[in-house]
């Protein structure tokens, strides 16, 4: 194996990969990242393989460097657009034997300029000395490269590296990509990030896309760029233009239909769910001493000083090792006071300040708060510690529980989401249909036959509807009791809501007594002790056709819709009824469904 890691680097026997990385909103190439392959037929030929060789025969950085060379000459014969993500771990980065000046030298003699690389740090190995990573990137980006943070979400401190390097791009790994159209959990973590990114100023790149759902989902999420099959796999000879089908599936006019969450979930959640249990220090321990703690523990980050059950100030692990690190420090200052080397102004709230004021305090103040933690306190006497990563991971959770409003009996989406979906067609521009359903003669079925049957007959209505809309395209939501909604961006609304109605017809027959089917309906008294004949349920779609600029809110869309839906209950049996008016009248569908046999009107 040696003998042909060694042959690899004389020989430079590696092939030049190059996967796509495209502009979600424009529809054009951004770059390409470079990767290698091995010689064909040989155990290396995998880059896991060839890179896990090279550090067995300690050669990660002759190894590293060559799969550069080869991918920036190749890059450059093929004439590719855009720029080229370079490949880089932070042990070679910030190794003795990098020299990025040669580099430099070798990108410009082939015609390269250098604002075309982008450096992406991976992250196989723990980052033990950010310091020297830093000042290492940050030479490369006076040199004019561009930086960028590999597989956010994995490996060992991505979010810390996020904020070391402060690259100009973030990747964020496949597995918060995949199933994103049906994963509410990733589909708020993307949008988290997003929120972060933009606020720092960096492009999101979402690696790992696969399908057309997820493609056009993450568009509309508002991230700048994707990569993944879907759009390219890594080729020697890849196009210099984005594939026809992607660049057309891109400018799908309509929006999305988010991931709802099935369950409903209540509460304020404070600061004192972030509460962790860390042992004080008092200002009469000196500096050893707390040397000492750091030592004894090393997942220890912070060791908060309290004087009396008052904090009064905080100590980092990077501090005091980084100071004790200096000749003769700690011979000097290891027996003062622990003060000396604490932050005097820690960042500390009560027990019951929410999540969101408390994430707003951490976003106003110095960024250091975020990553050294903050201390809560029940009214001014010390309790314990929160830590940005678990703040960070509650906020998310919290997005995720203010999208969870969904009808517990359906799991379709409620008011909230129904509203928001509807604002967001809106702003959109695009024409779609607005879809109200009701059940006729309801009530009283439920009166008679049991609230468990109606709850039956409320599920079947949902299990209908979902099962003629497209899951990309139109919308189902529940507004409560027997009122539902269907947000239609399909074409064939029209066949998909004779669908409903056709369906809706045949399976309600399975929730009446055979007798009175035959009968036509159930007899049964009403509120004057009279016993009156009530037809079977039937169901009432009121449809609204909403065109540009016609709408300016989901409430005006709502009251169109429910005006149609009592068009629709106006005419016998299962129906449908289409607002068409411009200005002029509404006119009726006439496909009728009467107790699961269709008659024309």
């Known amino acids: 194996m040696q003998e042909l890691l060694l042959r690899i680097l004389r020989n430079q026997e590696l ?74 771990s932070p042990r070679s980065l910030v190794g003795a034997d990098m020299q990025p000046e040669a580099e430099l030298d070798h990108i410009r003699s082939c015609g390269l300029s250098p604002n075309r690389i982008v ?31 590999d597989d956010l979400g994995t490996g060992f401190s991505s979010l810390r590296l996020w904020s070391e390097l402060r690259p100009a791009f973030v990747k964020v790994d496949m597995h918060f990509v995949q199933d994103i159209d049906r994963d509410k959990g990733k589909f708020q973590i ?36 994707g990569q993944g099959y879907h759009i390219g796999r890594p080729v020697a000879l890849p196009s210099a233009v984005v594939p026809a089908a992607i660049a057309s599936s891109l400018t799908f006019a309509g929006v999305t239909v988010f991931p709802q969450e099935r369950s409903v979930v209540q509460g304020t959640a404070t600061a004192l769910r972030l509460l962790r249990a860390v042992a004080p220090a008092t200002p009469a321990m000196t500096n050893s001493d707390i040397f000492d703690v750091f030592a004894a523990d090393p997942a220890l980050e912070v060791v908060p000083v309290v004087d009396d059950h008052v904090p009064v100030g905080l100590i980092t692990r990077r501090t005091l090792v980084d100071r ?18 604490m932050d005097p102004k820690p960042l500390s709230v009560d027990q019951n300040t929410s999540l969101q004021v408390l994430s ?39 997005q995720i529980s203010a999208a969870r409003y969904a009808n517990p009996l359906t ?56 099962a003629h809309a497209d899951p990309a395209r139109d919308f189902v939501g529940h507004i409560g009791g027997d009122d539902f ?44 002790g009279n016993r009156v004949l009530h037809p079977v349920v039937t169901v009432s779609l009121g449809i609204v056709k909403a065109e540009p600029g016609h709408f300016r809110s989901h409430l005006q869309i709502a009251a169109a819709a429910s005006d149609a839906k009592k068009q629709a209950k106006r005419m016998p049996g299962n129906s449908l009824f289409v607002d068409r008016r411009t200005g002029s009248c509404a006119i009726p569908e006439t496909p009728l469904v009467e107790g699961g046999s269709m008659k024309l009107a």
């Open 15 to 88: 092939t030049a990969l190059f996967q796509p990385i495209i502009h979600l909103q424009k529809g054009a190439i951004l770059g390409y990242e470079g990767l290698v392959r091995g010689p064909a037929d040989t155990p290396l030929h995998a880059p896991l393989a060839l890179l896990g060789a090279a550090r067995t025969f300690g050669l990660s950085n002759e190894v590293e460097a060559l799969c550069r060379k080869v991918v920036v000459d190749t890059f450059v014969n093929l004439d590719l657009p855009g720029r080229l993500f370079l490949n880089v």
């Open 119 to 149: 450096i992406e740090v991976t992250e196989g190995d723990p980052i033990m000395d950010y310091d020297r990573l830093r000042a290492v990137v940050g030479h490369y980006g006076r040199m004019g490269f561009q930086v960028a943070i």
């Open 190 to 225: 993307l949008r988290s990030i997003q929120d972060i990114a933009h606020a720092l100023g960096a492009t999101v790149i979402a690696e790992g896309i696969e399908t057309p759902s997820e493609l056009l989902l993450i568009r509309d999420l508002g991230i700048c760029c």
């Open 324 to 341: 004790f690190a200096k000749q003769y420090i700690r011979e000097l200052h290891g027996r003062k006071s622990c003060t000396m080397f």
């Open 360 to 398: 707003k305090s951490v976003v106003e103040a110095e960024r250091h708060h975020l990553f050294n933690g903050f201390i809560i306190t029940d009214r001014g006497r010390y309790l314990g510690m929160g830590t940005g990563h678990d703040l960070v991971r509650e906020i998310t959770a919290l």
């Open 411 to 466: 799991g379709l989406p409620g008011n909230v989401p129904i509203n928001e979906h509807i604002d967001r067609l809106i702003a959109s521009g695009n024409r779609f249909a607005a879809c109200y359903i009701d059940l006729d003669h309801f009530k009283p079925f439920n009166d008679y036959y049991g609230y468990r049957k109606g709850d039956d007959v409320i599920q079947l209505t949902g299990r209908v509807l979902e």
């Open 485 to 528: 909604l269907v947000l239609f961006q399909s074409e064939d609304w029209k066949e998909r809501c004779h669908a409903i109605l056709a369906d809706f017809a045949a399976g309600i027959i399975g929730h009446f007594d055979a007798a009175d089917l035959q009968r036509g309906g159930y007899l049964c008294e009403d509120r004057q």
